[in-house]
């Protein structure tokens, strides 16, 4: 059955809306957003047709309410929902809503996603159609002799509800935790456990199918790099079916091919696999709906994704996918799967990556990735960045906390990690926190670079290394001394007072002048600068290093011969310094210390803004370092916050239930004889 469409309704968010109303203009259709109050001056917002606001700010306010959500496809005049991922895209109850609305669905049939909605449910259904899976554990029934397993979320992925168990006292604590994690999510507390693989890797067959019985097979991806069972690097193809070799990728596709034609898939889906070193491998989950990652699959096959499920919800067959080039470029859509060259995607995210990857919020002052292409295909080696984050853009804890998607595209990895690793260097990102660095360490790390990846590739050991800045030693110093110099000459140029004169000019040689700024970990940096008669500057604090020019924005130093320009930008106290490959935050030191911001000793502050969801202690009870004290939810994911050290809860600030800001004082840990004497 053919079904037109002429305006589409993406019933999601950031830089997933943005990609489909790309493909949706080059195709000619309109397109309408949908937006919660945080998200009103959102880039995907401005980036449709139409808008339609649905009140609230939390997620299950506004884009987990399918009602409002329908409603608002008609009353923008769309004749299409495409679902986009997270939020309502695996939810077949609303998928049948859609339909039953008389608006088409861009996604597969509401049957296929319920059969695959529980992972229970998938895993026994995959087992009866031939594809290897692994063993599922009730929660209950677990013994010694089943660990380490992973606790996993049935009605959803993301790595939220995911938990590895390796001692079994740990295991209800796990469930429980998992449990209240997934019921957040997804609105379904429903958890189970299977063995847990060390080092696997995950491995997924993209596929595409149609209403005609057809099913495409495009190229799988590897995505073992993940932080808290969440994706971070992925690529395609698969660094390890590319060593194993033999069938391996033949059996993948055919397992791929028996889950869909299963359950009558139509559309775009993933089916997703955990393999071993030897290329044995065991069935996952499918996901019913596009990835967030799909972008390695266009890259390197030449197809366009969300154009094929528009054309498949449409009605229009797949045929027969054309071959692709066979040098010189990704080249068009490819038979069985074939790749060009290679792709490698990753997650830039608003998170520290060395402090337990605590997510981070606030305004993005600018985001400048540099980019050959956004949201589309690339005809020569280059990046693409998918984002729905723009200079300006507020940063929430009400959603993920993912900036934007970098994709690089070249004739092999080698290339592809270097281009990739260059525009993340060179990338201005002002505002927040990010794991950028780690990302371009990793692109350059050894195992890395020989394709020796698993899921157990970010050890704590790694990230400690991989977090260290791309600056170096010595580069906050510098940094300072750059902001220094800038500021100087832009106050010259809004003095009112013999503007003419140099900074901090007198009849006399005299003391240097100074600017204190804070490193990102609160350390006083002092600059040290003064300016000549001549125009020179002296720089006491760095030897061999001479200036050769200094405005407003840029200074450029010169070392040992070899020269480098710095940029300087601010924003409020922040300062920014960027230069080829590496930039430094800093802030500019208060002049007086506020006695309000001063927290008594032992004190606890909230590093994210968040809510309580639990409080485990009470004041007066006495802890050990390490203890959890109350766990925090933020942007979907569940935090705990331990004592410090030994001691006694002096105060308790919070109460389950309390929404918190940055820096609220948690709990004050007192050691005994401080507690004694109050």
């Given amino acids: 059955?053919?079904?037109?469409?002429?305006?589409?309704?993406?019933?999601?968010?950031?830089?997933?809306?943005?990609?489909?109303?790309?493909?949706?203009?080059?195709?000619?259709?309109?397109?309408?957003?949908?937006?919660?109050?945080?998200?009103?001056?959102?880039?995907?917002?401005?980036?449709?047709?139409?808008?339609?606001?649905?009140?609230?700010?939390?997620?299950?306010?506004?884009?987990?309410?399918?009602?409002?959500?329908?409603?608002?496809?008609?009353?923008?005049?769309?004749?299409?929902i495409h679902p986009g991922y997270g939020f309502l895209s695996e939810n077949a109850e609303f998928a049948q809503a859609v339909i039953?609305?008389?608006?088409?669905?861009?996604?597969?049939?509401?049957?296929?996603?319920?059969?695959?909605?529980?992972?229970?449910?998938?895993?026994?259904?995959?087992?009866?159609?031939?594809?290897?899976?692994?063993?599922?554990?009730?929660?209950?029934?677990?013994?010694?002799?089943?660990?380490?397993?992973?606790?996993?979320?049935?009605?959803?992925?993301?790595?939220?509800?995911m938990r590895i168990v390796r001692e079994l006292g740990e295991l209800a604590d796990a469930v429980a935790g998992a449990r209240r994690e997934a019921e957040s999510a997804f609105g379904d507390a429903t958890v189970f456990c299977e063995p847990y693989v060390e080092r696997g890797h995950h491995i997924e067959v993209q596929v595409m199918a149609d209403d005609h019985g057809q099913v495409w097979t495009v190229g799988e991806r590897e995505c073992s790099i993940q932080r808290r069972h969440q994706k971070v690097v992925e690529e395609a193809p698969a660094p390890l079916v590319e060593r194993v070799g033999g069938d391996m990728r033949d059996r993948l596709f055919a397992a791929a091919r028996t889950a869909v034609e299963s359950i009558g898939y139509r559309g775009a889906g993933t089916v997703e696999f955990l393999a071993d070193e030897n290329g044995k491998f065991f069935f996952l989950e499918t996901n019913t709906r596009l990835q967030v990652e799909h972008p390695v699959t266009e890259l390197t096959t030449g197809v366009d994704l969300v154009e094929w499920q528009l054309r498949v919800a449409m009605g229009e067959p797949l045929g027969e996918a054309p071959v692709a080039a066979e040098a010189g470029g990704p080249g068009r859509a490819q038979r069985r799967g074939i790749s060009t060259g290679h792709a490698i995607e990753v997650r830039l995210y608003a998170e520290d990556p060395a402090n337990d990857w605590q997510p981070q919020s606030g305004t993005v002052v600018r985001i400048d990735v540099p980019a050959t292409v956004r949201f589309g295909l690339l005809e020569r080696p280059g990046i693409r960045v998918d984002s729905g984050i723009a200079d300006g853009s507020e940063i929430s804890t009400f959603y993920d906390p993912m900036l934007a998607k970098v994709i690089s595209w070249a004739p092999d990895r080698t290339q592809a990690a270097a281009i990739l690793a260059r525009a993340l260097a060179d990338a201005k990102i002002h505002g927040v926190v990010t794991n950028r660095d780690m990302l371009v360490n990793t692109l350059?790390?050894?195992?890395?670079?020989?394709?020796?990846?698993?899921?157990?590739?970010?050890?704590?050991?790694?990230?400690?290394?991989?977090?260290?800045?791309?600056?170096?030693?010595?580069?906050?110093?510098?940094?300072?001394?750059?902001?220094?110099?800038?500021?100087?000459?832009?106050?010259?140029?809004?003095?009112?007072?013999?503007?003419?004169?140099?900074?901090?000019?007198?009849?006399?040689?005299?003391?240097?002048?100074?600017?204190?700024?804070?490193?990102?970990?609160?350390?006083?940096?002092?600059?040290?600068?003064?300016?000549?008669?001549?125009?020179?500057?002296?720089?006491?604090?760095?030897?061999?290093?001479?200036?050769?020019?200094?405005?407003?924005?840029?200074?450029?130093?010169?070392?040992?011969?070899?020269?480098?320009?710095?940029?300087?930008?601010i924003a409020g106290d922040q300062v920014f310094v960027d230069w080829p490959g590496a930039s430094v935050s800093l802030t500019r030191a208060p002049r007086f210390i506020d006695p309000a911001a001063v927290q008594r000793p032992g004190s606890l502050l909230a590093p994210m803004p968040g809510s309580v969801i639990r409080v485990a202690v009470a004041e007066g009870d006495r802890v050990v370092a390490g203890q959890p004290l109350l766990?925090?939810?933020?942007?979907?994911?569940?935090?705990?916050?331990?004592?410090?050290a030994d001691g006694i809860v002096s105060v308790l600030g919070v109460e389950a239930g309390q929404q918190l800001s940055v820096g609220e004082v948690l709990a004050v840990i007192a050691d005994e004889d401080e507690a004694t004497a109050e």
């Fill in 1 to 80: 059955m053919t079904s037109a469409i002429t305006s589409v309704l993406v019933a999601n968010r950031g830089e997933i809306a943005s990609r489909v109303f790309a493909t949706c203009v080059s195709m000619g259709l309109s397109t309408v957003a949908v937006y919660s109050d945080p998200d009103a001056d959102a880039p995907h917002v401005r980036a449709a047709d139409s808008a339609v606001r649905l009140p609230g700010s939390t997620s299950a306010e506004t884009y987990l309410r399918g009602d409002k959500i329908i409603a608002a496809a008609k009353a923008a005049g769309a004749d299409a």
């Fill in 444 to 569: 350059r790390e050894k195992d890395f670079l020989a394709g020796a990846t698993d899921t157990s590739y970010l050890s704590e050991e790694r990230i400690a290394a991989l977090s260290k800045p791309l600056a170096g030693d010595g580069a906050d110093l510098l940094a300072a001394t750059v902001a220094a110099l800038a500021a100087s000459v832009r106050n010259r140029a809004a003095a009112t007072a013999v503007p003419g004169a140099p900074s901090g000019w007198r009849n006399i040689p005299s003391d240097y002048q100074r600017k204190t700024y804070l490193a990102a970990d609160g350390t006083e940096i002092v600059a040290r600068y003064r300016f000549g008669r001549d125009g020179s500057v002296e720089l006491p604090d760095l030897e061999g290093v001479s200036v050769e020019s200094v405005s407003g924005d840029t200074v450029v130093l010169t070392r040992d011969g070899v020269s480098r320009r710095y940029e300087a930008s």
């Fill in 100 to 161: 039953d609305a008389g608006l088409v669905w861009i996604g597969p049939p509401p049957a296929a996603i319920t059969a695959m909605g529980s992972k229970v449910n998938a895993k026994a259904l995959m087992d009866s159609a031939g594809v290897p899976v692994l063993k599922d554990i009730d929660p209950e029934s677990v013994t010694e002799a089943d660990l380490p397993l992973l606790i996993k979320a049935s009605a959803g992925g993301g790595g939220r509800g």
């Fill in 631 to 644: 766990w925090l939810e933020a942007m979907k994911m569940e935090h705990t916050v331990s004592a410090p």
